[in-house]
């Protein structure tokens, strides 16, 4: 199971994009990456996922380099409703046993 | 997408008592299901894997005779808190995996006393 590596805290403002990477150096070839937001006394939810390249959907953007070692969550424009914790896992789709980091704790601005 | 709730969403239980934590997924079936604990301003923390039909698979330092799993059909896994302690106050957080990701429950919140 791969080791993730986030920082520990960011600050933003509202209105900002904000990136936050994630590194991920032992990735195996068929694990995915996988992004998920966690506000206080709730339970983690997915935000997105892939596998290389880039991603969108309507609520963030993932890019992960040729290498796959490591990616990185776009959120774009930031309002204070997106202060939470974000955690990077990777895993394969098959196992589905993910191993949390420390999660990142954005707190937005206004 | 797919849900999975738990019950109780909190709990408050003296010294000494066992408390049952139920997981269930709404609309999919899920042969396994992880169940998470989780402390205040820390990160989740996985506690074991629930299979249907067998015996669940405990990580490392986690006492499955403290915490047991039972996974009786393809949509419910119950976690009991054992003999519980002021030191078992936590977050415990259940999972159960979709085609890709996996989807997580709210959340039971227990406090010792």
């Known amino acids: 199971l791969a080791k993730t590596t986030q920082p520990i805290s960011m600050d933003s403002y509202e209105g900002q994009e904000v990136n936050i990477t994630c590194s991920h150096n032992?990735?195996?070839?068929?694990?995915?990456i996988t992004w998920y937001q966690q506000f206080p006394s709730q339970g983690p939810r997915f935000i997105i996922q892939?596998?290389?390249t880039k991603v969108t959907n309507e609520v963030a953007s993932l890019f992960i380099p040729a290498d796959r070692k490591s990616s990185t969550l776009s959120l774009p424009r930031v309002s204070l409703s997106d202060t939470a914790v974000y955690y990077c896992?990777?895993?394969?789709?098959?196992?589905?046993?993910?191993?949390f980091g420390t999660g990142t704790r954005l707190k937005v601005l206004a | 997408g797919a849900v999975v709730s738990q019950h109780p969403s909190r709990v408050i239980c003296k010294s000494g008592t066992s408390v049952k934590i139920e997981c269930r997924s709404l609309?999919?079936?899920?042969?396994?299901m992880f169940w998470y604990r989780q402390f205040p301003k820390q990160s989740l923390m996985l506690m074991a894997t629930?299979?249907?039909?067998?015996?669940?698979?405990?990580e490392q330092g986690v006492e499955k005779d403290k915490f047991l799993i039972n996974h009786a059909s393809l949509t419910l896994s119950t976690l009991t808190v054992t003999s519980a302690h002021p030191e078992d106050s936590s977050f415990y957080i259940c999972?159960?995996?979709?085609?890709?990701?996996?989807?997580f429950g709210p959340g039971t919140r227990l406090t010792v006393l």
């Open positions: 896992l990777v895993g394969q789709s098959g196992t589905y046993k993910y191993i």
């Open positions: 892939g596998y290389k």
């Open positions: 629930s299979n249907e039909g067998s015996k669940a698979t405990y």
């Open positions: 032992n990735i195996a070839t068929n694990d995915y």
């Open positions: 609309d999919f079936q899920a042969t396994t």
């Open positions: 999972s159960a995996p979709g085609t890709y990701e996996q989807f």
